[in-house]
């Protein structure tokens, strides 16, 4: 059974910085993409960043040059470092994986908060 555990959330100030971390285990198959998505109030969930096994990263517009993503491959573990937070990046955040075959999974999430 494939468990994704991230880290906790948390309340930061606008303009403030956060770290999650994600560990993945049971994936019968290995793990081509490890990523975050996020879903804000009232709001669809988006794709936030993303990283594939050989450490190409991938990005939504709106954090690029803010947020980094990194992935320990032998832990199976990805970070989103994230920088200069904005109050409407208020979400949960979920942690993805895509193994292969295509089979992808997500964590329970984790709430950011940011305060204006």
């Known amino acids: 059974q494939v468990q994704l555990v991230e880290s906790e959330g948390g309340l930061v100030q606008a303009g403030g910085s956060l770290r999650l971390s994600c560990a993945a285990s049971g994936s019968r198959f290995p793990i081509n993409v490890m990523g975050w998505d996020r879903q804000a109030p009232g709001k669809e969930r988006e794709l936030v960043a993303s990283?594939?096994?050989?450490?190409?990263?991938n990005y939504a517009d709106s954090v690029k040059g803010r947020f980094t993503i990194a992935r320990d491959g032998a832990k199976n573990t990805v970070y989103l470092q994230m920088n200069s937070l904005t109050p409407e990046e208020t979400a949960v955040y979920y942690c993805?994986?895509?193994?292969?075959?295509?089979?992808?999974?997500w964590g329970r999430g984790t709430l950011v908060t940011v305060s204006s």
């Open positions: 990283i594939i096994r050989g450490g190409s990263a």
């Open positions: 993805q994986i895509t193994a292969d075959y295509g089979m992808k999974y």
